[in-house]
C-alpha cells in the first residue's frame, strides 16, 4: 500500500488549498481515510476522517466549517479542500488508511496502518 500526498504550498492568510492524496496497492473502499497535521514542535494531531462511502465525516473543532474532507473512490484519491488558512494551520499534513469500517478511534494516529509522506503547508499572516 502506498499513500501520495501532494499540493501543500506557501498561502497567505485566508486563501485556500487543496490537498490531494493518491492511493495505490490496496482497495480503496475498504479503507477509511483520514488526515492528520503536525507542526513544528508538536505532536502528530487529527485534522478529518471519511468512511468508505462519504456518508460520514468526522473533524477536528478547529477546522470545522473551513476544511473539507472528500474521496473519489473511482480514482483511489482522497481530497482535503482548506479555506480561510490561518498560521495555525502551518503544519506537514499526512494521508492515512486503515483498513475495514471501523470508526472506533478515528481521532488517534494508532488508529491506522498506512500512511503518506505528507505535504507541506504554510500559511503567512
Known amino acids: 500500500v502506498q499513500l501520495q500526498a501532494f499540493g501543500g504550498g506557501l498561502v497567505q492568510a485566508g486563501g485556500s488549498l487543496r490537498l490531494s492524496c493518491v492511493a495505490s496497492?490496496?482497495?480503496?473502499?475498504?479503507?477509511?481515510m483520514g488526515w492528520f497535521r503536525q507542526a513544528p514542535g508538536k505532536e502528530r494531531e487529527f485534522v478529518a476522517f471519511i468512511n468508505w462511502s462519504s456518508s460520514i465525516t468526522f473533524y477536528t473543532d478547529s477546522v470545522k466549517g473551513r476544511f473539507t474532507i472528500s474521496r473519489d473512490n473511482a480514482m483511489n484519491t482522497l481530497y482535503l479542500q482548506m479555506h480561510s488558512l490561518n498560521p495555525e494551520d502551518t503544519a506537514i499534513y499526512y494521508c492515512t488508511a486503515v483498513r475495514g469500517y471501523s470508526m472506533s478511534n478515528y481521532y488517534r494516529t494508532d488508529h491506522y496502518d498506512y500512511w503518506g509522506q505528507g505535504t507541506e503547508v504554510t500559511v503567512s499572516s
Open positions: 496497492g490496496l482497495t480503496f473502499t475498504s479503507y477509511v
